[in-house]
């Protein structure tokens, strides 16, 4: 279990009180959002999730200096389309002026929030005084938010862990940058339960959510984040830590069905059946377009074999699925997997609570470059 195995409630028969939750003038549908995700949360992904009740989301995090200089992050990251709001595009860098000029060309982009990612733990990222280094340094990061606030009379927010590390040093660093946040009025704050030395191992500390909360200024809206994986893990944190919405990160990745099953949840009924082979099947080549429409068919073709074998753990072939997609090449090879596996229909299978090695190991937040 990703948190207290202690504390337990009906999930299935008693509907949750839902408080309402806010980014700046958008209620949320749902108090739930799809994280951004490297290599993963593009247009595409983001599309599919909204269609399958997913109400808000981010982007991958963009470099300030790539968005300033034009370039393939600009070109590929930063789009949108009519359907892809409200969203929030999620910028990562060390400058305060840069990252402020940056933050205007996403507003010029569409984009209705400025997200700052001061919670990445990538090594390269951390090198570059980037991400969760941040919650090393308060003293720049208060510089970049101000700096940022300056430049952009718009939304904000703002992706944290609960600290660098375990030590009270860094408590204290992350309670000087949470409450700047909460000071500039930034219209959400997302808190990651781990601590960036933690990376993705060991489990995220939802208790500290729960205080978090507690101590959250009324008006502030507080994303809880860490090990939500399924439906139930979504409820889970949302009822025992009191957070105002749950940030879905992994958990959404090849299951954009999980914001439906959070929403029937809520309501007090039954988790829904898993998406069956035909509604697979559906989600994948309407991913599949979008991804054309990002990358054009060659790119889209390499691009959708990660997403693909994602998708595959709801098959009930899914070790099979998962080893033809990872060896995909071209669209050829693509719908050959598709024509093999999924032009019959019958039931999909859950996705657990336990994420596979791979998922620790290879999703990560480096920034798209």
Request: aromatic content about 8%.
């Amino acid at each position: 279990m990703p948190n207290n195995p202690a504390i337990s409630f009906n999930s299935r028969t008693t509907p949750a009180v839902v408080r309402p939750c806010r980014v700046g003038p958008f209620t949320l549908a749902i108090p739930a959002m799809q994280a951004g995700l490297a290599g993963y949360s593009d247009m595409a992904m983001r599309c599919v999730a909204r269609r399958r009740g997913c109400p808000y989301a981010v982007t991958e995090a963009l470099l300030d200096q790539v968005l300033l200089r034009g370039g393939r992050g600009l070109e590929k990251g930063a789009v949108l389309c009519d359907e892809d709001h409200p969203v929030a595009g999620q910028l990562m860098g060390s400058e305060p002026e840069e990252l402020a000029r940056a933050a205007k060309v996403l507003i010029e982009c569409g984009f209705d929030v400025i997200d700052l990612n001061f919670a990445c733990p990538v090594r390269k990222v951390m090198g570059r005084c980037r991400g969760g280094y941040l919650l090393s340094d308060p003293e720049t990061a208060i510089a970049i938010m101000r700096r940022v606030r300056d430049a952009v009379p718009g939304l904000l927010s703002i992706k944290l862990r609960r600290a660098l590390n375990d030590t009270t040093q860094a408590a204290e660093w992350f309670d000087q940058v949470f409450a700047e946040a909460c000071a500039l009025e930034f219209a959400a704050i997302a808190v990651h339960g781990r601590t960036v030395e933690q990376k993705y191992t060991g489990l995220a500390d939802w208790n500290f959510l729960t205080g978090l909360k507690q101590r959250t200024p009324a008006g502030v809206t507080l994303f809880g984040s860490g090990d939500v994986f399924t439906a139930e893990d979504a409820l889970r944190m949302y009822q025992t830590t009191g957070v105002d919405g749950v940030w879905i990160a992994r958990g959404a990745i090849g299951n954009p069905w999980i914001f439906n099953e959070f929403a029937a949840l809520l309501r007090g009924e039954p988790l829904p059946a898993p998406p069956t082979i035909h509604e697979q099947r559906h989600a994948l080549l309407e991913h599949f377009r979008l991804a054309v429409d990002i990358y054009g068919e060659a790119l889209a073709s390499r691009q959708m074999r990660k997403i693909a074998i994602k998708y595959s753990k709801l098959h009930p072939n899914g070790p099979v699925v998962w080893r033809e997609f990872i060896a995909v090449k071209n669209q050829r090879e693509w719908d050959e997997v598709m024509a093999r596996h999924y032009a019959v229909d019958g039931a999909g299978v859950r996705v657990g609570s336990v994420p596979d090695a791979e998922d620790v190991c290879k999703v990560s937040c480096e920034p798209a470059a």
